[in-house]
């Protein structure tokens, strides 16, 4: 009986030394950017399980995510005496922002929705020109179009990675991009040669970047094509090359040693080609590709479904019958653009 006694009574007490003498009073927290000490800590340390050192050291010796603070990407914590322990902590990155009743919305790379504050972090590019329905903190970015959600993530990145943050990125008619860099407008077109794009960009804007005008990009596919910057009023008029308007070289291609590609033979072969091209139907229609993107400019030349510029859409062929199968399986009339299935 006595050592039943004394065994309840030793479990006892070291329980009050457990609960009590490792309780945390001083968080010393290193990683934290835009959000404080004290919501971080409001957010972990919450019932008297959080509140003791040993076991919140314990659940989060491992650097991992906790869901009672969804901004933060990794937590890890160090116990340094019975009564303080270290967090180091890494917020969730901001990829860009859309606005919403007069408030910012910040998401990350899968488009989550972070932050919803009237205020503007420095390099985080803007999005605008998208309709969406009332963004949720934690939950998808709530885009109508699911397709245009992924271009924003995609060309949001882009920018990011090579550190060229624009004033605004704009859609337009057929998720057309269009960037705002100081008094540089750059017409990237549709989701298509992104990467080849926002790499030459960044070369090309270290050329023009005091100047002015419009960058036409839409039509570039990363070879050794010329581009030109055109004063803002000429966008609107007349389509003949100006004589004072800048050209630039694209970066130029090279071989495995360096050497220059030449590619003078290669682009007259495809302009012979396209003498004997014949499109049939209307002039486009849309279709899925194998990725899933909406085509707004496909159509059928020598039988194959091809886009604007006449490359292939992968996913899309013509069928006996002549209709277009996408990549979803929608049989489509390419002579009248409409569903014939």
Known sequence: MRFIIGTVLAGLIAAVILLGGFRIRTVEILGSERYTAEEIKEDLIYD?????????SWKYRHAGSDACAPYLDSIQAKMLSPGKVRLQVKEKKLLGYVQYAGNN??????????????????????????????????????????AQLRTILNITGLLLNADLIPDDISFGENLTITLHIGNIEV?????????EKVSNLVTIYQEIKDESGVLNMESFTGKNE?????????????????????QLQVQQETDGEGNAVDNSEETDA????????????????????????LRYDAHVVN???VDAYGNPIDG??????????????????????????
Not at 48 to 55: A, Q, V
Not at 113 to 137: C, S, W
């Open 48 to 56: 008297l399980w959080t509140k003791n050192t040993l076991y919140f």
């Open 105 to 146: 919305v910040y998401f990350d790379s899968d488009g989550e929705v972070l932050e919803i504050t009237e205020n503007i972090y420095e390099k985080i590019p803007l999005v605008a020109g998208i309709a969406m329905d009332e963004p949720v903190l934690y939950q998808k970015l709530p885009v109508e179009n699911s």
């Open 187 to 195: 017409k990237l077109g549709q989701d298509e040669y992104l990467e």
């Open 226 to 246: 010329p581009i030109s910057l055109r004063p803002m009023e000429e966008e609107t008029g007349t389509e003949e090359t100006d004589p004072e308007e800048t």
């Open 270 to 293: 495809v302009s012979d080609d396209n003498t004997d091209q014949e499109t049939t139907g209307v002039s486009s229609f849309m279709v899925f590709d194998s990725s899933g993107t």
């Open 303 to 305: 039988g194959l479904v």
């Open 316 to 341: 899309c062929s013509v069928e006996e019958n002549g209709y277009v199968k996408d990549a979803y399986w929608n049989i489509i009339d390419p002579q009248t653009g409409e569903l014939a299935q």
